[in-house]
């Protein structure tokens, strides 16, 4: 008997519920329930990584590929013939002190790397604060990363020369004299290393002031509240907090100064002891036309820098940071 004859029989409404899930009798078939299907297809990520990683293997690991064996031959660039040497070029790096000497104009950069990460700090921290003006400021310390390398080599041309703006500006303070910036073996890396720090400043600015903005703002709050001074609130909460990003500046420092190219190729060219180690290969290679002394400086130059990174990461580990 349904719903709806116990409810004739009795007088009673049937239940509106039991009418509908009473309908058709017991014995009536129901649609068997689809089950989702889920297909785990592996290949489907790799899928959307299949362009990038096309090119990633095209234009560099395969380049990469090429150069270490061209490391071990005498090729010249032009001639099809390549003669096996051997360790024969890794060796002449490290024996001949006149192509080995480039790491120590490597060392001024990495000063300057220095001088500029604590300089980029110092302003983020500064401007992450209610300064007055302060996205002027931002723009003004930004602004020279946008500017092609080019431009800025030839502007500081005119900025270095004897008699020039450099000079005028020291003769307003009395430092009376001429100096060779760009002449004089002392001074030269010195100035080449003051234009980098004008110009990558604004770069770790940038990263620097995104880490510090993701900081909760009730923490500075709190410390206010204890007493906390800027110095006391950027030690115990803005350097902790943004730690992961410092350790990145120091990996592209590292890794910048050891590469060092434009600026210097741009404004002396290598000349009066400021050739780095990649002017020094490019030279190698198209002025001298020896590839595989150029292929071994320029595999030397990678295995340093991941031995750098490497013991970066050994020395400081990359630490999960909760602030709270």
């Not at 002449?92 to 002190?97: C, E, I, N, W």
């Not at 080019?150 to 307003?172: E, K």
Request: with cysteine.
């Amino acid at each position: 008997m349904t719903a709806l004859q116990r409810g004739r029989g009795t007088g009673k409404p049937p239940a509106r519920n039991a009418v509908a899930l009473d309908v058709g009798g017991p014995n009536t078939a129901r649609a068997p329930r689809r089950k989702g299907v889920r297909r785990h297809w592996w290949f489907t990520p790799w899928l959307y990584l299949l362009v990038p990683l096309a090119l990633l293997v095209t234009f560099t690991y395969l380049p990469i590929g090429d150069m270490i064996g061209y490391s071990f031959t005498d090729w010249d660039g032009i001639s099809p013939e390549r003669n096996n040497v051997g360790l024969k070029n890794y060796t002449d790096l490290f024996t001949r002190p006149e192509l080995f000497k480039v790491f120590l104009v490597s060392g001024v950069y990495l000063l300057a790397a220095v001088v500029q990460i604590c300089l980029a700090l110092y302003f983020a921290t500064v401007l992450s604060f209610h300064t007055k003006f302060r996205n002027l400021f931002k723009g003004i310390l930004f602004f020279p990363y946008l500017i092609n390398g080019v431009a800025i080599g030839f502007v500081f041309l005119y900025f270095f020369q004897p008699h020039g703006t450099l000079d005028s500006l020291l003769q307003l303070v009395g430092v009376d004299g001429t100096f060779l910036w760009m002449g004089d073996p002392d001074l030269v890396n010195k100035s080449l290393a003051g234009v980098s720090v004008w110009r990558y400043t604004g770069l770790n600015l940038v990263l620097f002031l995104g880490a510090i903005q993701s900081i909760p703002p009730h923490l500075y709050e709190a410390a206010a509240l204890d007493g906390a001074n800027r110095w006391q609130q950027f030690r115990h909460i803005i350097a902790p907090g943004i730690k992961p990003v410092i350790s990145l500046s120091a990996i592209l420092a590292v890794s910048g100064s050891l590469a060092v190219f434009e600026i210097p190729y741009i404004m002396t060219g290598g000349a009066n002891g400021s050739q780095t180690f990649v002017i020094q290969s490019i030279n190698m290679a198209f002025k001298f036309d020896k590839f595989g002394l150029a292929s071994a400086g320029a595999v030397v130059l990678i295995v340093l820098i991941l031995i750098v990174t490497w013991v970066q990461r050994r020395l400081v580990p990359e630490e999960r940071v909760e602030l709270s």
